[in-house]
C-alpha cells in the first residue's frame, strides 16, 4: 500500500534470496525473476480473496551504497 513517505507503506508479501559467493548478476536475477514472479501471483490473488491483510515494514530505513569495482 502507498503512503506519503518513500518505501513507509505495508506489504502484502516479502521474499529474500541469499546472495551466494558464485553468483553472477544474471544468475542472481534469474533467481530473483522466477520467486518475485511467484510472489506476485499469489499475493495478486490473496488481495482478491480477502486471505492478505497488510503487514507494516518492519526496521530502519537504510541506503545502500553504490558498489565500486573494488
Known sequence: LLEAGMDT?????MMTETI???DTAGALLD????GGAGLLVATMYGIAD???TPVPQAG???L???L???
Request: proline share 12%; net charge neutral; aromatic share 4%.
Open 68 to 70: 565500486s569495482g573494488e
Open 60 to 62: 530502519d530505513v537504510s
Open 50 to 52: 480477502g486471505s492478505l
Open 31 to 34: 533467481r530473483l525473476a522466477t
Open 20 to 22: 551466494r559467493p558464485d
Open 64 to 66: 545502500a551504497p553504490k
Open 9 to 13: 507503506g505495508p506489504v502484502y508479501g
